[in-house]
């Protein structure tokens, strides 16, 4: 009697309290609400600061025209930005937890809808660092609350998904909303769309699914911009199930890539002085290959490449130390070496640039006589990329040495390998 007794007086006691508390939440609650506008986000919009990392110390704001995002945005604009966007469920943040987080397509399932703008800072490879942002389906990212200005002046390029597997009519028409917009305030933006899901589809679904949607994307953004321009829009099928997600985002990459001819030609005399048939320069982090030679690019070639990284890395990561464990390139570096050997008489040279950068080169088994020539000519193709890297870290190089001195560096290592193919020549005659 004495129990209840107390429990009723204290109960008593809190009513008026929480009678306070309620009122007070409601108030603000009526607040927080007024501030939002109905079909977008506020103004004040921001970035969920737990999932979010900072730039240079400050946290990134939404697409806002506040004075807040501005000091951020200039913070920002030193790295490229990838804006993922198309219609709610076509699989844009699956292709961001797949490329950039390792999860197994399987685990997506269960990945909850985003509500959210999400940025993700692409910093594990040592050549280029972007940002990614995935920016949800329901956003609508023209309305008037969204600075346009600022959203897609710092804005590299746009991938726009859409689901082949759903009705694509309404996001061929947000489609022509985002082109005429973006192209509007930036000109030099790439776009790309990615045709997501075609695992379900057969071979020949495929491409009657890529010629409608490229067939009517064309027709509606066929009167943007003026008559003597063209946006060129490039369309990839893509799935997380196999390689193509990486693929595609690996030409997405090089087109934010300065000088990518010049190292396309690099590694195009790379092979043909070695003797391979192919080589890719990759990003061990993603497995997104920075640049390749110019001859055309075999998926299944692609796949063993990316299947070679992984087991390097599994193999470095089980003699690792511990602090080295938690690090996705454990146990790469410039003494980094392998190679592979199939049954079809093809051999798979893996040889590491630094840390995070390893180039893998696909060639017959006749070939490893020339091993010696091939190890030579890495060296030398190893220095010039190390030099290239060095002189776009940032702060690490005067006005005298800048980026601008990029393609004498390159031209310097094409012909150095030019002339050891010349002395070889020379010899055998």
Same mark, same amino acid.
């Given at each position: 009697?004495?129990?209840?007794?107390?429990?009723?007086?204290?109960?008593?006691?809190? !009513?008026?309290?929480?009678?306070?508390?309620?009122?007070?939440?409601?108030?603000?609650?009526?607040?927080?609400?007024?501030?939002? @506008?109905?079909?977008?986000?506020?103004?004040?919009?921001?970035?969920?600061?737990?999932?979010?990392?900072?730039?240079?110390?400050?946290?990134?704001?939404?697409?806002?025209?506040?004075?807040?995002?501005?000091?951020?945005?200039?913070?920002?604009?030193?790295?490229?930005?990838?804006?993922? $966007?198309?219609?709610?469920?076509?699989?844009?943040?699956?292709?961001?937890?797949?490329?950039?987080?390792?999860?197994?397509?399987?685990?997506?399932?269960?990945?909850?809808?985003?509500? &959210?703008?999400?940025?993700?800072?692409?910093?594990?490879?040592?050549?280029?660092?972007?940002?990614?942002?995935?920016?949800?389906?329901?956003?609508?990212?023209?309305?008037?609350?969204?600075?346009?200005?600022?959203? /897609?002046?710092?804005?590299?390029?746009?991938? /726009?998904?859409?689901?082949?597997?759903?009705?694509?009519?309404?996001?061929?028409?947000?489609? &022509? @909303?985002?082109?005429?917009?973006?192209?509007? @305030?930036?000109? &030099?933006?790439?776009?790309?769309?990615?045709?997501?899901?075609?695992?379900?589809?057969?071979? +020949?679904?495929?491409?009657?699914?890529?010629?409608?949607?490229?067939?009517?994307?064309?027709?509606?953004?066929?009167?943007?911009?003026?008559?003597?321009?063209?946006?060129?829009?490039?369309?990839?099928?893509?799935?997380?199930?196999?390689?193509?997600?990486?693929?595609?985002?690996?030409?997405?990459?090089?087109?934010?890539?300065?000088?990518?001819?010049? /190292?396309?030609?690099?590694?195009?005399?790379?092979?043909?002085?070695?003797?391979?048939?192919?080589? /890719?320069?990759?990003?061990?982090?993603?497995?997104?290959?920075?640049?390749?030679?110019?001859?055309?690019?075999?998926?299944?070639?692609? +796949?063993?490449?990316?299947? $070679?990284?992984?087991?390097?890395?599994?193999?470095?990561?089980?003699?690792?130390?511990?602090?080295?464990?938690?690090?996705?390139?454990?146990?790469?570096?410039?003494?980094?070496?392998?190679?592979?050997?199939?049954?079809?008489?093809?051999?798979?040279?893996?040889?590491?640039?630094?840390?995070?950068?390893?180039?893998?080169?696909?060639?017959?088994?006749?070939? $490893?006589?020339?091993?010696?020539?091939?190890?030579?000519?890495?060296?030398?193709?190893? !220095?010039?990329?190390?030099?290239?890297?060095?002189?776009?870290?940032?702060?690490?190089?005067?006005?005298?040495?800048?980026?601008?001195?990029?393609?004498?560096?390159? &031209?310097?290592? +094409?012909?150095?390998?030019?002339?050891?193919?010349?002395?070889?020549?020379?010899?055998?005659?």
């Amino acid at each position: 009697k004495k129990l209840g007794l107390l429990l009723r007086t204290m109960s008593a006691a809190q !009513q008026p309290q929480q009678q306070q508390l309620g009122a007070a939440a409601a108030v603000e609650e009526e607040a927080t609400v007024g501030s939002y @506008v109905v079909g977008s986000f506020p103004v004040q919009y921001g970035y969920d600061q737990a999932g979010v990392a900072s730039v240079n110390g400050v946290g990134v704001g939404a697409m806002s025209s506040s004075s807040g995002v501005a000091g951020a945005s200039a913070a920002a604009d030193e790295k490229p930005r990838i804006l993922v $966007m198309g219609m709610r469920r076509s699989g844009k943040s699956s292709i961001q937890k797949v490329v950039f987080h390792k999860m197994s397509p399987n685990e997506t399932l269960f990945l909850e809808s985003t509500c &959210k703008i999400q940025k993700d800072e692409v910093s594990d490879c040592s050549f280029i660092q972007f940002s990614v942002w995935d920016v949800p389906g329901h956003i609508d990212y023209m309305n008037d609350v969204f600075d346009a200005n600022d959203t /897609f002046s710092s804005t590299g390029a746009i991938v /726009f998904v859409i689901d082949a597997q759903d009705e694509y009519i309404d996001a061929i028409d947000r489609l &022509k @909303v985002l082109v005429s917009g973006a192209y509007s @305030v930036n000109p &030099k933006i790439k776009f790309e769309v990615f045709i997501h899901k075609v695992d379900g589809l057969s071979d +020949e679904q495929k491409i009657e699914t890529q010629c409608d949607i490229t067939q009517r994307a064309n027709d509606v953004l066929i009167d943007i911009g003026n008559g003597n321009e063209v946006i060129n829009i490039h369309y990839h099928l893509t799935t997380i199930y196999d390689h193509s997600i990486f693929e595609a985002f690996s030409k997405v990459v090089q087109k934010l890539i300065p000088h990518m001819g010049a /190292f396309e030609s690099l590694l195009n005399i790379f092979c043909n002085n070695s003797g391979l048939e192919k080589a /890719f320069l990759f990003d061990v982090a993603t497995k997104i290959y920075i640049a390749t030679d110019p001859s055309p690019v075999d998926m299944q070639v692609y +796949e063993l490449c990316c299947d $070679m990284i992984d087991l390097v890395v599994d193999v470095g990561t089980i003699y690792s130390d511990g602090p080295e464990l938690a690090d996705e390139s454990a146990g790469f570096s410039e003494e980094t070496a392998a190679s592979i050997r199939l049954d079809n008489s093809t051999v798979l040279l893996l040889r590491g640039v630094d840390r995070r950068l390893a180039l893998v080169c696909v060639l017959r088994e006749e070939g $490893m006589d020339r091993q010696g020539i091939i190890e030579y000519n890495f060296q030398r193709v190893r !220095q010039g990329l190390q030099k290239v890297l060095s002189l776009r870290q940032p702060g690490a190089a005067s006005p005298a040495t800048g980026p601008q001195q990029l393609p004498g560096v390159l &031209k310097s290592i +094409e012909a150095s390998l030019t002339n050891r193919q010349q002395q070889q020549q020379g010899a055998k005659a």
